[in-house]
């Protein structure tokens, strides 16, 4: 016999007819002999009625019980009606009810109204994936993923799986080390991407590669990262960037008309990495809210603010937001210079506006009366606004700005999307140790004679796509010559030893015939993670690990047998 004959939402239209249902008991109540049991599954929920010759097994029924019930569905009598529910015109009349599974007392409540200790609920994650909003969350996340196959698969690419087990190449983050057993001392590395493979799935001609991949990064978690998460990766032969854009639009696109019931505007907006950095102070800027930088520096050029002067004069900038009309006692512009220091300010200068075009701050009798008109003007200010201004080198400027911008103006939630395209990054970018990329290796320079010559000035062809300040995913068109593929390396500083012992399998695919090509890839779980409302990532991931990357479900990591090691020819070293 099946453990049912129909799920819980089928009974909203089986008025009359005899039912066998399965699932978990979310709530009973007893009224005077005759008990009432919300009866839970994957569907949702509907009511059952037991009557009293059913109380001995009624008696038994605890919540979360995993029980089946046979019986009749009937319209609930007048006045009982629950127009909240889907099946809240009905309910089933219980013949029989058989327990499946007990269940011990719960930890904690399963309702959305809990507020519950992350560590607590991680612990117990299969449990609080029972909880409404953990259940949809999964379903968004699978309804997500499905759309994206069905856009991709008419699209004509091809599904395919590439290896977990890699060789370490520099992605941005440090690799996760497996050691290897057969060959003691050497050790595989799990994929923070898989970058090369599917470059080489382009050589081999398949023109159209997609995947839903897992991924690893060791890096510290935040609210929107994990150790391990989920990306669409997908690369495509004679591309362009407007080829890969168009693609990923699509994507994404059928992603939020699955989840939200209709699809944004299409194309994405689109800025250069240099506009955003000006304007926003981000290279993900939140386009939701306005609050832009502006540049003060014809404003106060012949400045006797010497802040300010000396500054302009040493080739620095003054730059300013609008906060907009607020409260802003003495405590909230003192908390906000410590945090404009904190990020690389030297300072943070705050300015009210009053009535009749004056300014309440400190610096207000540096300033000269055409300065604050111009300051005000330029600034789109009215009474009551907020002036916040930064000077110092550009980088800092707008990056302290566009830090306090987030602050003060991006909203709590995900209601609306604002999907952007961010283009033309800077192949480089100075670290401490020299020059590093700023997305991957494996990104082809916009102008061969200007990263030869000028590397720092080298522009990728490289965009991002961005939704409410959230990074989803990064892409490129990549490199396919490999002679140009070395050069990068020796501007890297990657001796040609090095990059022979490191990528020489890769750079000999490069020399047959590698066609033109370029890809992208965007997080899954981030994407959801919007879509759903959530503010932490780890709300969309069925298993994820805490801030400090542990599983406090499984106990994970944790130390193994010693005979484990010796296998690997691994030793733990002494703390001394």
Known sequence: MSFRTHHALDCADLGGREVVLAGWIARRRDHGGVTFIDLRDASGLVQIVADPELLPVVEELRMEFCIQVAGEVRPRPEGTVNPDLATGAVEVAAHTIEVLSPADTLPFMLDDRTDLDERTRLEFRYLDLRRPRMAANLRARSDAVAAIRRTLDRLGFLEIETPTLVRSTPEGARDMLVPSRLRQG??????????????????????????????????????????????????????SEADVQAAVELTVAAAVESLRGHKPPLPFRRLTWH?????????????RFGMEIVDLGKVFSSTDFRSFASVLEDGGVVRGINAGTREFPRSSADRLTELAKSWGA??????????????????????????ISLMIRDLGATAGDVLLLVAGEWSTAVSVLGQLRL??????????????????????EQGEEGLTFLHHPFTSPQDLKVMEERPLEALARAYDVVVNGVE??????????????????????ISPPEQESRFGWFL????????????????????????????????????????????????SPTMVEESQLLELGLEIADDD
């Not at 506009?275 to 386009?287: N, T």
């Not at 506006?353 to 009366?369: C, M, Y």
């Not at 020399?511 to 990532?537: C, K, S, W």
Request: charged share 25%; with cysteine.
């Open 346 to 371: 030297t300072g943070l200068v705050w300015l009210v506006v009053e009535e009749g075009g004056t300014v309440r701050s400190p610096v207000a009798k540096f300033l000269s009366e055409a300065e």
């Open 186 to 239: 050497a050790f595989y590395a799990l994929p923070q991407s898989p970058q090369l493979f599917k470059q080489l799935l382009m050589v081999a001609g398949v023109e159209r590669y997609f995947q839903i991949a897992r991924c690893y990064r060791d890096e510290d978690t935040r609210a929107d990262r994990q150790l391990e998460f989920t990306q669409l990766d997908l690369e495509g032969a004679f591309w």
């Open 508 to 555: 000999r695919a490069l020399r047959y015939g590698t066609p033109p090509h370029g890809g992208f890839a965007f997080g899954i779980d981030r994407l959801v993670m919007v879509l759903q409302n959530e503010a932490n990532i780890r709300e969309v991931i069925p298993f994820p690990k805490t801030q400090s990357g542990q599983d406090p479900m499984a106990g």
């Open 407 to 428: 602050q003060l103006g991006r909203p709590e939630t995900h209601e609306d999307l604002e999907f952007l395209w961010v283009t033309d990054f800077p192949m480089f």
């Open 275 to 287: 506009e955003s950095m000006d304007r926003y102070g981000v290279d993900k800027p939140d386009l």
């Open 472 to 493: 989803l995913g990064s892409g490129s068109i990549r490199i396919h010559d490999p002679n140009v593929q070395r050069r990068v390396f020796d501007i890297l500083g």
